[in-house]
């Protein structure tokens, strides 16, 4: 599981050679942890719109070294274009082109953030187009970054501030080290819901989670996050995996609940076993998935339906209990694991495709239902996740999945966490009903 790659490359006599010989130059990532600064250097924040203004006073409210304009020459941590008020594709050169030189003074594992308006609810063809413009322009811009760097965007509905507790949470989680590997990617805040945490460190305190899948890889990864952030946490595994989930029980100082997902009753033992151990139930993580890959040509019904069953009919049909059930209803959230092979497909991967597209198509649909009591629900979509599934690869095939992204390394389970963490927190709660991708830029596909 370890990528000796990316630590050879990344300093010393190992970079140079690389650098010569024109192979990929992976840095190893800056990720969270606790007490770290948010963002390291200064963060410019760029736009003279009132939006602009706005978050960079926000931004100083949290003592970030903030710049309205770039001093030459000087290390940037982050660079937040402010793109709220573009009505016409000329509008974004002005802007854009005005920080186009300080990106070569953006430090390693820097940040570049756009804010700006979501392309389908702009009322004229120019504007749409300038919105539009964003992504494509965000999306290139996330290529040409190196060391570490990512660019990603913040959209905000017609009527969201930019300093909507969500536009603050999603520019906050784009800074700092929970998203190292998210890169090219968007979050939608539709909403003007949430509230910051009382306490930053532990923005998740008081809540009860639940994660299935939990007793190893990513799923243990987001039980191990959602405790550091402060939740007291469920671990939901099969009976044959039962040792490994006691352990990561033990590790969380939660309980353990063995449960296969695709019995009837799992929605109601899910519920049962958080109110009567933990007196409430706030969030749920549906992580556990398999795969049986087969090219559809010599596909079978037994691993066709097996996928399925687990990977998105489990969650359907647990989501409906838990939407029908009392004890869901004081701002729960949902987040369901998805991948990008089911935005992007996958040779061999038929049956998962159709399961990962699945739940996409779920979570956009059940999340008006959420809204309904101040709940959300959202997918995460991880590209290539260093777990013993993808240690199991043949090397080749491994080698060329785990290089494929434009950080050039596959991410680590608690990227994914990191991504499910954040969105299960207060100032999430205007994030509804989307997908974040947490792939570093997979080069391939969609
Ligand atoms: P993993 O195979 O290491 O862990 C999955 C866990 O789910 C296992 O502990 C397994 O026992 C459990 N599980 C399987 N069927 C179950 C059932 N019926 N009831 C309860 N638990 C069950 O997999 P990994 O890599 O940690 O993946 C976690 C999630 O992330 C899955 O949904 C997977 O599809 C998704 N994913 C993983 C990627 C990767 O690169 N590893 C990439 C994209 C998505």
């Not at 959602?226 to 939660?254: C, M, S």
């Not at 779920?362 to 009591?373: D, I, N, Q, W």
Request: aromatic content about 4%; some cysteine.
């Amino acid at each position: 599981m370890t990528d000796t790659y990316t630590r050879i490359v990344s300093q010393g006599l190992g970079k140079d050679v690389a650098r010569r010989l024109g192979l990929p130059q992976p840095v190893e990532l800056r990720r969270h942890a606790p007490g770290a600064p948010l963002v390291i250097g200064p963060v410019l924040v760029n736009g003279d719109s009132l939006g602009a203004d706005d978050l960079a006073t926000a931004l100083l409210g949290w003592g970030l070294d903030v710049r309205r304009n770039a001093l030459p020459k000087e290390k940037l941590g982050a660079v937040i274009l402010v793109l709220d008020a573009v009505q016409h594709p000329d509008d974004l050169g002005k802007q854009i082109l005005t920080v186009a030189a300080s990106l070569r003074d953006l430090s390693p594992n820097g940040r570049i953030i756009t804010v700006s308006r979501t392309p389908h609810s702009a009322s004229t063809p120019a504007s749409a187009a300038a919105r539009q413009g964003v992504d494509g322009m965000l999306r290139s811009l996330a290529k040409e970054l190196r060391s570490g760097a990512t660019a990603n965007g913040v959209l905000l509905a017609e009527d969201i501030a930019t300093t909507a507790p969500s536009a603050l949470g999603a520019v906050r989680f784009f800074l700092s080290g929970r998203s190292a590997y998210v890169d090219g990617q968007f979050l939608t805040v539709t909403s003007a819901s949430g509230s910051m945490p009382a306490d930053v460190d532990k923005p998740l305190q008081g809540k009860v989670a639940v994660v299935t899948g939990a007793a190893r890889g990513i799923g243990a990864a987001i039980a191990r996050t959602l405790y550091r952030d402060g939740a007291k946490v469920v671990v939901v595994d099969i009976p044959a995996a039962g040792d490994h989930l006691a352990a990561v029980a033990n590790q969380v100082h939660g309980t353990a609940l063995q449960l296969d997902i695709t019995r009837d009753d799992a929605g109601a033992r899910i519920i049962e076993h958080a109110v009567e151990r933990h007196g409430r139930l706030d969030i749920v993580v549906h992580n556990a998935g398999i795969t049986r890959d087969r090219l559809l040509a010599n596909m079978d019904e037994g691993r066709w339906q097996s996928v399925i069953a687990v990977n998105i009919a489990a969650q359907l049909r647990i989501n409906e209990v838990l939407l029908a059930s009392e004890h869901f209803k004081d701002a729960p959230r949902i987040i369901s694991v998805a991948s990008t092979s089911g935005i992007a497909g996958n040779r061999g991967q038929t049956n998962y495709g159709a399961s990962k597209g699945g739940v996409i198509g779920m979570v956009r649909a059940t999340a008006p239902l959420m809204e309904s009591f101040g709940g959300t629900i959202n997918a995460v979509a991880p590209g290539f996740i260093e777990t013993e599934m993808t240690a199991k690869m043949p090397f080749a095939i491994r080698e060329a999945a785990r290089r494929l992204n434009s950080l050039k390394q596959g991410g680590l389970p608690v990227d994914v966490a990191e991504a499910i963490a954040f969105l299960a927190t207060e100032p999430a709660g205007g994030i509804n009903g989307g997908v974040l991708r947490v792939c570093g830029q997979q080069l391939v596909g969609a």
